[in-house]
């Protein structure tokens, strides 16, 4: 049988053998609901890339490009990392270069994976029907918060567990954990992560309105993959 694995910090991943395996980078708050959100209005491709700097390079090429850090968007740059920017009639046809704390780091760290998935609770269903599709043993990557574990990556991981655990055999303690997680929390999970310190910074920053938005299940069916430098819609 098949298995699927949990990494809740991206520190842990190197304890990972990724070859032949499916990594499904996970960063609820923002960057992977904003990838899917960007596709769903129509980007045609995205590249990740670890600084702003190289990020502004992308600018000459006619990319659209996005940095943030810390939850804010970084000074100098078309957008940052609230789904709600990634909705704007540009993006259509636009080709995009963007930067995050945790996301995009994870991205470049699943490298090794013979395939990179999006996830999100945006596009839970399709990433699982993906998923099994792929019939390859999966990893579950939470980006966490610079390199810490956070609540709200785990209980999304917890929530694909959930989702195939009649198709794949939950291969360890981390996946077991964030399964019963989510389903202690699956409920209200906008209640439950009033808790995490990402939401709290959330509410620091005036956003909270960007959490509501991530935590909606199912309404993209659509799965980002990375091939090559870029994601792009298989």
């Given at each position: 049988m098949l298995k699927i694995q949990t990494v809740l910090t991206p520190l842990l991943l190197q304890l990972h053998d990724l070859t032949g395996k499916v990594v499904v980078v996970i960063d609820v708050f923002r960057a992977t609901s904003s990838i899917c959100v960007a596709f769903a209005h129509g980007a045609t491709r995205i590249i990740p890339v670890a600084t702003p700097e190289e990020c502004h390079r992308f600018e000459a090429e006619g990319f659209i490009c996005a940095a943030e850090r810390d939850g804010k968007p970084v000074e100098g740059f078309a957008l940052g990392n609230s789904p709600f920017s990634y909705m704007e009639s540009r993006i259509k046809g636009a080709s995009i270069a963007i930067t995050t704390t945790n996301g995009t780091q994870a991205i470049e760290l699943s490298k090794k994976a013979a395939v990179?998935?999006?996830?999100?609770?945006?596009?839970?269903?399709?990433?699982?029907?993906?998923?099994?599709?792929?019939q390859r043993d999966v990893v579950l990557l939470c980006s966490g918060w610079k390199n810490n574990f956070n609540l709200e990556d785990t209980l999304f991981a917890g929530a694909v567990a959930n989702e195939l655990k009649n198709d794949f055999a939950l291969a360890d303690d981390a996946t077991v954990?964030?399964?019963?997680?989510?389903?202690?929390?699956?409920?209200?999970?906008?209640?439950?992560?009033?808790?995490?310190?990402?939401?709290?910074?959330?509410?620091?920053?005036?956003?909270?309105?960007?959490?509501?938005?991530?935590?909606?299940?199912?309404?993209?069916?659509?799965?980002?993959?990375l091939k090559d430098e870029f994601l792009i819609l298989p």
């Open positions: 990179v998935a999006i996830g999100s609770f945006l596009n839970q269903k399709a990433l699982c029907d993906f998923l099994i599709h792929q954990a964030a399964m019963d997680l989510y389903t202690s929390a699956e409920k209200d999970l906008s209640l439950y992560l009033r808790k995490s310190s990402h939401a709290h910074r959330f509410v620091a920053l005036g956003i909270e309105k960007d959490i509501s938005f991530c935590l909606q299940q199912n309404i993209y069916n659509i799965v980002p993959v």
